[in-house]
């Protein structure tokens, strides 16, 4: 067990550490459900702080599979479509879900049976002066309507904090170069996903 978390120490000397302590406490019960259920337990709580600190990559390894969340798509402000970058807007679904912390991410997406690789955005998109938080996926080469259709969004890297630009020809830049930046992390994680499979596996260590 202690293998599992051995990384953890590797790349986060900092307060994750900490509070990574704080929330593995004691389980209890029979030695055989300490070993099953709470075990898992841990990992999720592990895996929750990671993503609700952005490290979305470190929180997969731990998890084994990438954190996802799903829900229905809902529609925008049609304002993505306008910069090149049209966007799947999600209403989470009601259940408990791991919610990463707000930024930019390069992930994939499960919608009607098929996986495609996207930019995803969580965040209040300060350049529109708005200010209620936002999950919002760009799909690469996809061009469908999606409205009302259930998906979840695998988060397998961080890009970047959200920002504010100037002007949304300057968010429009910034996209760009987060496209290219997502294709290239992309092309690392060299993943090939079955239409089965609901999660994108990932290595526990290493990678
Ligand atoms: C990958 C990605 C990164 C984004 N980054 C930012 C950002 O840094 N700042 C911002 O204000 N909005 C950002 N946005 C949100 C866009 O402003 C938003 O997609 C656009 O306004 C369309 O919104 P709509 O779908 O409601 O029309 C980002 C969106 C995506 C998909």
Redesign the pocket.
Known sequence: MQRKYAFLERISPGPINFLFIFTVAAPKGRPEEIMEKTTENQVYAGARLLAESGAVREAGRLLGHAVFVEGLVVE?????RT?G?P?A?LRLAGHEQIIPAQG?YVGMVKVGGHWYES???I?I????DLEHVTI?A?LFDFNEDIYGEPISIHFLDRIRD????PSLGA?KD??QK?RSESLQRLRAFNLQPKAAEEIIFLKKEGN
């Open positions: 925008g402000n049609h304002i993505g910069l970058y966007t807007n930019v930019m995803v955005n965040g998109r300060p350049t529109l919002e760009h959200e920002m504010r630009f968010l910034q996209l987060d």
